[in-house]
């Protein structure tokens, strides 16, 4: 399900930032953009462009391609870390809360959870890697504590840009908070940069899965046609369509909210 969520998360910043209206009417469109972005990155994969070999993930477009977004990040935070901070990005004041218990606080956590899910991604590619007693462990920590520093050197950047009442009113905080250190034109060119790098996410979110139904396949637990490889590239192509299409009936069908409350759950 992270597939069809970085794609209507694209869909989204592409409305923002061209300032598009926000009713109903615009839901369709939004959709319909969101189902383009998982269209065309299944077109690729299935065909054989991303540098795949069986269900190996092409890791160095996969990477070119999120350290894109990565790079942008670093200019925001530098920025934010070196310049003048909002006035209120400290003094959160009073908050009236209601005690609600351990599920209330368990329900604030999914957009977090979410933030550092993916991990268990690497799991599935372990029978194509290198001795993967050793190097799976390693990607695993040295990756989530990479996430783990960007995501939280970008939140202190964001706040100490728009401060607590700014960060909160906006769906699109990178962009915001570029705007303010690089004018209009810099925004659409972090929002550009971190869209692009959408596209290594839905790489992986799209390859990945596709890994463990040719294994269930292969062992006669799943679909026999989806051991099947592509004659030509050598790809699961029937995963890989299977993958893609359920993706984007949820993209169509599906709410953001009901959609990230799932894949949270499935997650983790």
Do not use: C
């Not at 190996?56 to 670093?74: H, P, Q, Y």
């Not at 607590?164 to 925004?187: I, Q």
């Amino acid at each position: 399900m992270a597939a069809e969520i970085a794609g209507v998360v694209t869909a989204r910043d592409l409305t923002a930032q061209h300032h598009w209206p926000r009713e109903v009417r615009w839901v369709e469109a939004v959709a319909v953009v969101a189902w383009g972005v998982v269209a065309v990155r299944w077109g690729a994969v299935a065909l054989g462009r991303m540098e795949t070999r069986r269900s190996n993930i092409g890791a160095g477009a996969v990477v070119r391609l999120v350290s894109n977004g990565v790079g942008a990040l670093a200019v925001i935070i530098l920025l934010a870390l070196w310049g003048p901070a909002a006035p209120d990005w400290l003094s959160a004041g009073r908050i009236d809360a209601t005690p609600s218990g351990a599920f209330a606080f368990g329900a604030a956590l999914i957009p977090i959870l979410f933030a550092y899910g993916g991990w268990q991604n690497a799991n599935y590619v372990a029978e194509e890697m290198r001795d993967p007693a050793r190097h799976l462990p390693r990607a695993l920590i040295i990756g989530t504590a990479i996430v783990v520093l960007v995501y939280l050197l970008a939140n202190v950047a964001y706040l100490r840009t728009l401060g607590l009442a700014g960060l909160a009113g906006t769906e699109t905080p990178a962009a915001d908070a570029s705007a303010r250190w690089l004018g209009a034109g810099g925004a659409r060119f972090v929002a550009a940069a971190i869209a692009v790098s959408t596209f290594g996410f839905l790489d992986l979110a799209i390859l990945a899965p596709t890994r463990v139904y040719y294994a269930m396949a292969s062992d006669g637990a799943f679909f026999p046609a989806l051991a099947k490889l592509h004659p030509r590239f050598q790809t699961p192509g029937a995963a890989i369509v299977l993958q893609s299409f359920w993706a984007i009936v949820l993209v169509l069908t599906g709410k953001y909210g009901d959609l990230l409350n799932t894949v949270v759950f499935a997650d983790w």
